[in-house]
């Protein structure tokens, strides 16, 4: 049995901010994600709350505070890189333009406008509050778009 076999799904997109709080506000007031889970204070150890977890249309999206990652895994291993970009799907392509048109009247960051791709995609490209890349994104054609591997693809 290959490990792939034992995974289920890709569980979440971790994220490690160094302002925690701002990517709290980040998440549920520009995003406006309800936290699913919000580690308490751990009085103890002296630890604020430090990780929040949300949930969105079954995708889960966490953040934990950079400083206490680093206690866990060292600085070096975590670096200061975003070698990522999140994306989120969209049922139609209008929605592209509706969610760039919000998030302009919102203050964030577009790095890249709506754009049909010749690959069978509409998206638009932003940076969250730390500069982390996120594509909000659907396929021209609706479904799950083209070129899927091992499966026939719906008509």
């Not at 509409?122 to 899927?148: I, K, M, Q, T």
């Amino acid at each position: 049995m290959n490990y792939q076999d034992k995974i289920d799904n890709i569980d979440a997109v971790c994220f490690f901010p160094k302002d925690f709080e701002g990517a709290r506000r980040f998440f549920e007031e520009v995003w406006e994600f309800t936290p699913k889970r919000i580690q308490p204070p751990v009085e103890e150890t002296g630890y604020t709350t430090n990780f929040v977890e949300y949930v969105f249309r079954g995708a889960t999206i966490a953040i934990w505070d950079r400083k206490e990652v680093t206690e866990i895994m060292g600085e070096a291993a975590i670096g200061e890189g975003h070698s990522y970009m999140t994306a989120v799907k969209l049922p139609s392509v209008q929605d592209v333009d509706a969610v760039y048109e919000e998030f302009m009247g919102k203050g964030v960051r577009c790095i890249s406008k709506p754009h049909t791709y010749n690959f069978g995609s509409r998206a638009a490209y932003f940076l969250d509050f730390e500069g982390n890349v996120w594509e909000f994104f659907a396929w021209s054609e609706g479904g799950d778009g083209p070129a899927l591997v091992g499966q026939a693809q719906a008509e």
